[in-house]
Every structure is written in structure tokens, then in C-alpha cells.
């Protein structure tokens, strides 16, 4: 899979390392000289030049990606970057970062974000998670408004403990795609049991959360 990645600070390269790590092609784009370090990711192409720009994009072949991430610092920036991937170049898959949550509400469909990742409050949500049981922690926002990732973790006294994962009636556009237990990824099966203390991962409809809570609640 390529990837073009607008932004090479920090979390730019982080990104393209994993990818590279991964078995992706990976494409680093940054205006700034500074920005170029090469040496820190060497196996990565880069591109010195503005990727707000059509011309540098062109320069990009951006129309070969199958991912662009909009990673840079600057929120104007990664909307401008987002919306020329879908609308001018057809990228399947775009992926933008968030640095002020204000701006969150920006990050839609209608410029051409497909996944908006907002730093501050994933953070705030891994907190949150940390510290609760039984409470639903909103993790990450597909196409705003649409679909949340959502995280719970199953009480000890939850009626759903020692469910069959088949058995449980859950709800409308909602859909169990990972259970955590004891350092172990599990991807759910009909026939695994749900254990009190299990992390429980969803993808489910914004609509749909109080009713998943309310089912996943103790008694």
C-alpha cells in the first residue's frame, strides 16, 4: 500500500516509520528544509514542497495512493491537504490529524476526511479509560457523526458476563470487532464467552451508544 503523509515533524515520521515497519510504501511531505531529516527515516521517499499546493501533489503522484495523512501541526493545513486528496485525486482512504478541538467539528465527509484523529481527546479518552469500569469511553470518530470507536470494560457484576458473544441481541449499526483479555487481542467469534474484566471494542453507530451502555451496564 502507498501512503502520502503531509507533515514530517514528529508524528509524521512516527506514522511512516510504523508503516515502513509494516511492509508500506511511504511518501513524507513538508515545505519546511528543516522538516526534511532524511536520516531519521531513510527508507521513506521525500518530497520538499507544499502539499496545499496541486502542483507539489502532482509532484506527489498522489493519484497512486491508497492513504493520505494530513499530520502537520496546522489544522487549515490538514483540511486543505484532506479535501485535495478525495476531491482532486480520489484517495480511497484519507486520515487527519486534529490539534486544537475546536476544530473538530470541521472534520467531515464534506472536506473529505474519511477518519479525524484529535490528539487532545484521544488522550483525554485513554484517561478515562483507565480509570473506568462499566463506562463507555468514546475512543475515535469515523466520518463525523457517523460511527464512533468505543470502548467498555464488562463489570464484574455485568449481566452479559458469560454470555456467548452469538447469544447477546446487540444493537442496531452496532458491532463488537475486538475483546482485550489478559494482554491478548481476541477477535471475536459466536462462540466466545464474555468474562467480567474483559476490554470490549466497538464500532457503533453515535445513536446507538446509550442503548450499548445500558446492555453492557452492571446491574
Same mark, same amino acid.
Given at each position: 500500500?502507498?501512503?502520502?503523509? !503531509?507533515?514530517?515533524?514528529?508524528?509524521?515520521?512516527?506514522?511512516?516509520?510504523?508503516?515502513?515497519?509494516?511492509?508500506?510504501?511511504?511518501?513524507?511531505?513538508?515545505?519546511?528544509?528543516?522538516?526534511?531529516?532524511?536520516?531519521?527515516?531513510?527508507?521513506?521517499?521525500?518530497?520538499?514542497?507544499?502539499?496545499?499546493?496541486?502542483?507539489?501533489?502532482?509532484?506527489?503522484?498522489?493519484?497512486?495512493?491508497?492513504?493520505?495523512?494530513?499530520?502537520?501541526?496546522?489544522?487549515?493545513?490538514?483540511?486543505?491537504?484532506?479535501?485535495?486528496?478525495?476531491?482532486?485525486?480520489?484517495?480511497?482512504?484519507? /486520515?487527519?490529524?486534529?490539534?486544537?478541538?475546536?476544530?473538530?467539528?470541521?472534520?467531515?465527509?464534506?472536506?473529505?476526511?474519511?477518519?479525524?484523529?484529535?490528539?487532545?481527546?484521544?488522550?483525554?479518552?485513554?484517561?478515562?479509560?483507565?480509570?473506568?469500569?462499566?463506562?463507555?469511553?468514546?475512543?475515535?470518530?469515523?466520518?463525523?457523526?457517523?460511527?464512533?470507536?468505543?470502548?467498555?470494560?464488562?463489570?464484574?457484576?455485568?449481566?452479559? !458476563?458469560?454470555?456467548?458473544?452469538?447469544? /447477546?441481541?446487540?444493537?442496531?449499526?452496532?458491532?463488537?470487532?475486538?475483546?482485550?483479555?489478559?494482554?491478548?487481542?481476541?477477535?471475536?467469534?459466536?462462540?466466545?464467552?464474555?468474562?467480567?474484566?474483559?476490554?470490549?471494542?466497538?464500532?457503533?453507530?453515535?445513536?446507538?451508544?446509550?442503548?450499548?451502555?445500558?446492555?453492557?451496564?452492571?446491574?
Amino acid at each position: 500500500m502507498r501512503v502520502a503523509i !503531509a507533515g514530517a515533524g514528529a508524528v509524521g515520521r512516527s506514522i511512516a516509520q510504523e508503516l515502513l515497519e509494516n511492509g508500506h510504501e511511504v511518501l513524507l511531505i513538508d515545505k519546511d528544509p528543516k522538516a526534511i531529516k532524511v536520516e531519521m527515516v531513510p527508507r521513506a521517499e521525500w518530497l520538499l514542497a507544499d502539499a496545499c499546493e496541486i502542483a507539489s501533489l502532482d509532484d506527489a503522484a498522489l493519484e497512486r495512493c491508497q492513504v493520505v495523512v494530513a499530520s502537520s501541526g496546522d489544522d487549515k493545513v490538514n483540511l486543505v491537504v484532506s479535501l485535495l486528496a478525495k476531491t482532486e485525486y480520489g484517495v480511497p482512504r484519507v /486520515v487527519a490529524r486534529i490539534n486544537h478541538p475546536g476544530n473538530e467539528w470541521l472534520f467531515n465527509e464534506s472536506w473529505g476526511v474519511d477518519v479525524a484523529v484529535s490528539t487532545p481527546r484521544l488522550l483525554s479518552a485513554l484517561v478515562e479509560e483507565a480509570v473506568s469500569v462499566g463506562d463507555l469511553v468514546r475512543l475515535m470518530t469515523f466520518r463525523q457523526g457517523e460511527a464512533n470507536l468505543v470502548e467498555l470494560t464488562l463489570p464484574e457484576d455485568a449481566p452479559l !458476563a458469560g454470555s456467548r458473544v452469538g447469544a /447477546v441481541t446487540w444493537p442496531t449499526d452496532t458491532a463488537l470487532v475486538a475483546i482485550l483479555r489478559e494482554g491478548r487481542v481476541l477477535v471475536p467469534s459466536p462462540d466466545d464467552t464474555l468474562e467480567a474484566g474483559d476490554e470490549l471494542l466497538f464500532v457503533a453507530n453515535q445513536d446507538m451508544e446509550d442503548e450499548l451502555a445500558e446492555l453492557l451496564s452492571a446491574r
